[in-house]
């Protein structure tokens, strides 16, 4: 067995490939973040449109776009085959157990709540992808953005989804770091500084879009 | 102080290996809050012997906290409520008078039961046979002074080193991760010059032992430093990952 | 019968290098046709086994715990002792040496001790190559501390855990040769009988401790590394499984019992607390350093301990012993916080014990001097009394620690039964009649990594050893001797439990055969122990089944032996009309209270033997014989 096969086939390689699959979608997030920001440009979407025009026009990002793809084909193809083998490795399970004593809930329930970001990311897909690069006839960018967030049940499940996709990122952005082995005393403190970044002000930043469109939906105007 | 206490004991009890188990209930009363939690098991199996019931079997041995043979998940934690401590050095006087206490054995499938609340555990001593050690033989050894080692290092490195094996790790982790215990030894010897000759094959020998036992994987919940009872640091699992990664990659 | 020490002629320095000189040697490539049966995986039997599977021979090694790594010597706090003279401070071989045979007041072997004191250097060497954490100091180099009274700083150690780091070297040791092909374990199997064929040792029959079934193990030696036999007490500082079983059946397989009366009670144990107390927790000695011991001058003084102002406290030992203080040896120590007691002047609520207290370093160091040098002593004393130490003084008692006697070995190790070999507390060799800090860590490792190879080679090159397997009578026979005694427990089915036995021999054993004894108390005990071991072969009841897991039973062989032990070791007291070290006999003591030794006519290592259940045993005698360093009265004051 080749040494890389062997990495990939014990227990710290396939955490490893978690980490560095998790890391690469982050860096996702902020760039989908910094473009999804010129919504905020009050000419009516012509330059947000002109952004997801380039986007989908570009083979330079067509081709990003299939790592991107694989990337989270990985994290989730990794991340549910770890979570089924580790569930089997206590067979019987405790009759009274209390781990809120020694765990955080978030590092606990990091399927689950990725489980839930993955659902939502798929009606993502289906809500905005999807027409974009597949629909001809489709609307504008801007105008698809603007009528997704006139349903305040959208924005909720919205809303709620980028709140879970917070506490994954809380225990899964620092997890990560662990996992290469970089978190030590000496570079602790930075990257809890980043990991905070990724879990609390992206998310919010993402979070300020629907709430805002809702906002002026209801409020009449944009 | 040493009023008595009533205490309703929760207690699995399972014949052997492959019998069905559960958790059968004792009224105990009369507890001083001076004993240990085992002399309390102490007083309810010779009760229970006087009554011609089968005794509790649990594994103990030094009841000083250091050879880590005790191994109670009491009351859903490895080894109690108390912090740093192994079930021997735990006292009745941290429960209070009429408490019900459940009491189980370390579950995870590399540590099968042998009977009540002792398990099974010797796949610790074959992970630590895959490279646990500095090959060095007996006599043929430099002077104990010949290599000075930083006082910040040995320290770190005796850190690690004061794991006692009990795998309350193993039994606290909810994927059974034997990841602690590993790095713990891994730490010890990549740490001091001794160990770095073979640092490589122990990283890389002692991970595949621990897979092949089938010990869950570590997904950082970090359970395992809190409730082990010497406290050894998780950052002993970052450490045990650099040296696996560096030891297949580089 | 002659007892053969076999110690080498020439001066003392020498009689090592000599005697190895002249040890046979097996060839390196027949070493593999060699098997040795190793008992115990503590320090002696780690390093045994592990320097014996380097060398070529196949080894099969026994414990009873689970694991090799829960061996009692994990439980070891202070420190282990070379004479490297790294602090510059006068230490040499020969001061361990001499501290050593005056320690153990003039009782052990000088031979024995001089040896010890050569290989200990080397015991370092290795464990520090193994990656034994030793406590550094900032220059990276090891640092050294005085301990348990000695006047140079050669004390190694590991923070509070030295016994546990040694150990798990030794083991580290052990498991890369079980790695190797050339160790195999059974862990969980307890030695209940030792197999001698043509009068040579050859194996040993086991319970299978998991599914309850007698094996055979067949070697061409044998090496028991069984630890010591405190537990005899029921209370001491042992580990709960520790036990005489193993030394006690070869024992009655002939294997002569070196001064069984010998046992060491540690000053600094927290005390008993109530009657369910299963065993005592030790705290190193090395507080007495920094603690100050003493008792209410006034019996029944009801007030708390910081209420009583200095003028009515008796610093007893300070008074005593004004050189030495409270840093007096271990068995004076003890004895003089029994005779507080005794006199009633005991504190706490059991009136059996005394304070040890820290306000004067605290108020002259502060709390963190305390705090770093103490900590986990200061926190495991909370733990277990539920009391603050840095506030009030801690209370501390006396308990059993440690066994000198054990099996008789000539300069070989070897016992009286050609082929077994007898390592670490097991045997009676190297500590007199009290042993000294920091020292019991030394003798097992010394044993283990660097005697045994050698003595061990000269007995398999110089004998032939006919074909044996497990089919052999001798061995069917004690397989069956070992079925029939068991199913005789398992059938008595009586009212009382094992630790209702346990309890009971304990309590004769302390009151009449401890830390002072005479000869009306040693006689009791001569009359009562035979009793209790009638009335547990009568009334003992042991639940579930032999063909499992059966803690209960374990102990009931345990205690089985424990009820014939204790009554050789007050018989052996009882003969020893002399005090000396850790064998006070009331009768013989100084003016001021000291051990009075009879050197004339007891400077001999009473060795026993067996002639059956309820039958007088046989007192053989080998003569000691000071060379080098005098006897002469201790003196501590």
């Known amino acids: 067995m080749s040494q890389t096969t062997s990495l990939v086939k014990s227990s710290i390689g396939q955490k490893l490939l978690m980490a560095l699959t998790g890391l690469f979608l982050c860096t996702f997030l902020l760039e989908h973040l910094i473009g999804n920001l010129l919504l905020f440009i009050n000419d009516g979407g012509v330059i947000y449109d002109a952004y997801g025009e380039f986007l989908s026009g570009n083979i330079v990002i067509r081709t990003v776009e299939i790592g991107l793809f694989l990337g989270f084909l990985a994290h989730i193809a990794y991340g549910t085959t770890l979570w089924l083998r580790n569930k089997r490795k206590r067979p019987t399970p405790y009759e009274q157990n209390n781990p809120s004593a020694n765990s955080t809930l978030a590092s606990r329930i990091a399927f689950v709540s990725g489980s839930i970001v993955f659902i939502f990311l798929v009606i993502h897909l289906k809500t905005f992808f999807t027409p974009l690069r597949f629909d001809a006839t489709h609307p504008s960018a801007y105008r698809l953005v603007t009528d997704a967030f006139q349903s305040p049940w959208y924005v909720g499940f919205y809303l709620f989804a980028l709140f879970l996709l917070g506490y994954h990122l809380r225990h899964g952005f620092q997890s990560a770091f662990q996992t290469l082995g970089w978190l030590q005393s000496r570079y602790k403190k930075l990257i809890m500084f980043f990991g905070f970044i990724f879990w609390f002000i992206i998310p919010l930043g993402y979070a300020i879009i629907p709430i805002y469109f809702l906002w002026s939906h209801m409020t009449g105007g944009y | 102080m040493s009023s008595s206490m009533k205490i309703t004991l929760k207690v699995w009890r399972q014949a052997e290996k492959n019998a069905r188990g559960r958790l059968m209930t004792y009224s105990v009363p009369d507890v001083s809050p001076d004993m240990s939690f085992l002399e309390m098991l102490d007083m309810v199996n010779n009760t229970l012997v006087r009554k011609g019931e089968d005794a509790i079997a649990f594994d103990h041995d030094c009841r000083e906290g250091i050879c880590g043979t005790c191994s109670l998940y009491i009351n859903g934690r490895a080894h109690g409520p108390l912090k740093g401590v192994a079930t021997c050095q735990l006292h009745m006087r941290s429960f209070s008078d009429g408490d019900t206490i459940v009491v189980e054995p370390w579950r995870a499938s590399p540590f099968p039961v042998i009977k009540d609340l002792v398990v099974d555990r010797s796949s610790f001593d074959r992970i630590m046979q895959a490279g646990g050690y500095v090959s060095v033989r007996t006599g043929g050894v430099p002077d104990a002074n010949a290599i000075p080692i930083p006082k910040a290092v040995a320290d770190e490195a005796f850190d690690a080193a004061a794991c006692i094996g009990c795998g309350a790790c193993v039994a606290a982790c909810k994927n059974s991760s034997a990841m602690l215990f590993v790095s713990a030894k891994v730490s010890q010897l990549a740490l001091l010059p001794q160990g770095n000759a073979e640092r490589r094959q122990r990283a890389e020998r002692m991970v595949a032992q621990m897979d092949a036992e089938g010990f869950g994987s570590c997904s950082n919940t970090y359970a395992c430093e809190a409730e082990c009872p010497k406290e050894i640091s998780v950052s002993n699992i970052a450490r045990l990952n650099r040296e696996f990664i560096r030891a297949k990659v580089l | 019968m002659k007892l053969n020490s076999k110690i080498p002629g020439g001066p003392i320095e020498k009689k090592w290098d000599d005697h190895r000189f002249h040890l046979k040697l097996i060839n390196p490539a027949n070493k593999r046709k060699y098997t040795v049966v190793v008992v115990g995986t503590g320090l002696a039997g780690a390093s045994a086994a592990a320097s014996l599977a380097e060398l070529g021979y196949n080894v099969i090694t026994l414990c009873y715990h689970e694991s090799p790594r829960r061996a009692h010597s994990i439980a070891a706090q202070g420190g282990i002792n070379a004479p490297k003279n790294y602090t510059n401070d006068g230490d040499s071989v020969y001061r361990l040496f001499y501290d050593t045979v005056k320690g153990g007041d003039y009782r052990a072997r000088e031979a024995n001790v001089y040896r010890l004191a050569q290989v200990s250097g080397s015991i370092i060497d290795q464990c520090v190559a193994q990656g034994v954490p030793f406590a550094r100091e900032y220059g990276g180099l090891l640092d050294n501390r005085s301990f348990g009274g000695a006047q140079v700083s050669r004390t190694f150690y590991a923070r509070g855990q030295t016994g546990q780091q040694l150990l798990l070297g030794a083991y580290s040791a052990m498991v890369r040769q079980m790695d190797a092909g050339k160790v195999k374990l059974f862990a969980r199997r307890e030695m209940l009988d030792l197999v001698v064929v043509d009068g040579k040792a050859r194996g040993v029959v086991c319970r299978n401790l998991v599914n309850g079934s007698i094996e055979s193990y067949v070697g061409d030696a044998v090496i028991l590394a069984t630890g010591g036999y405190g537990n005899v007490f029921y209370l001491s500082t042992n580990a709960m499984m520790c036990n005489g079983s193993a030394t006690w059946r070869a024992h009655k397989k002939g294997a002569l019992f070196g001064n069984p009366c010998f046992t060491q009670i540690h000053p600094t144990c927290i005390p008993v607390s109530s009657g369910h107390q299963s065993k005592l927790t030790l705290m190193s000695e090395s507080l007495r350093n920094d603690g100050r011991i003493w008792v209410p001058k006034a019996k029944d003084d009801k007030r708390q301990a910081t209420d009583i102002p200095e003028s009515d406290r008796d610093y007893y030992l300070e008074r005593l012993y004004p050189s030495f203080g409270n840093l007096v040896p271990r068995d004076v120590a003890s004895r003089r916080a029994k005779e507080m007691c005794d006199k009633g002047l005991g504190v706490g609520p059991t009136k059996l014990a005394v304070y040890l207290d820290f306000a004067d370093t605290i108020k002259r160091n502060g709390k963190e001097y305390i705090e770093e040098k103490y900590g986990n002593l200061f926190d495991m004393y909370q733990q277990i009394t539920g009391e603050n130490a840095y506030v009030s003084p801690m209370r501390i008692y006396p308990a059993v620690h440690y066994t000198m006697g054990g099996l008789w070995v000539d300069y070989n190790l070897e016992s009286t039964i050609p082929g077994m070999f007898v390592l670490g507390e097991a045997n009676f060799s190297d500590h007199g009649a009290n042993r000294l800090g ?61 630790d209702d036995f346990h309890k009971a021999l304990g309590k004769v054993m302390w009151d009449d055969v401890g830390m002072a004894r005479d000869a009306k108390s040693l006689k009791n005990a001569i009359k009562e122990i035979p009793r209790i071991r009638e009335e547990f072969w009568k009334d003992v009841r042991i639940p579930g089944s032999d063909g499992n897991f059966n803690q209960e039973l374990e102990k009931a062989h345990r205690v089985a032996d424990f009820l014939e032990l204790g009554e050789l070791m007050a018989r052996d007291a009882l003969h020893r009309k002399e005090s000396c070290g850790g064998h006070f006999r009331q009768e013989y003591q100084t003016a001021d209270g000291e051990a009075l030794r009879d050197d004339k006519k007891f400077s001999y290592v009473a060795a026993w033997e067996f002639k059956g259940v309820d039958k007088t045993p046989a007192l053989h005698k080998e003569p000691l014989k000071f060379e080098y360093v005098k006897p002469a009265q201790r003196s501590y004051k």
Not at chain 3, 472 to 494: P, V, W, Y
Request: proline share 3%; hydrophobic share 40%; net charge positive.
């Open chain 3, 438 to 498: 920091a020292s019991a860590l030394m003798q097992g490792l010394a044993d283990g990594y660097f005697i045994i190879p050698y003595t061990i080679g000269d007995y398999l090159a110089s004998n032939k050893f006919t074909p044996v397997d497990t089919s052999h009578a001798a061995f069917q026979d004690a397989e069956k001797g070992l079925s029939a005694m068991t199913k005789k427990l398992m059938g008595i089915n009586g009212k009382r439990t094992v």
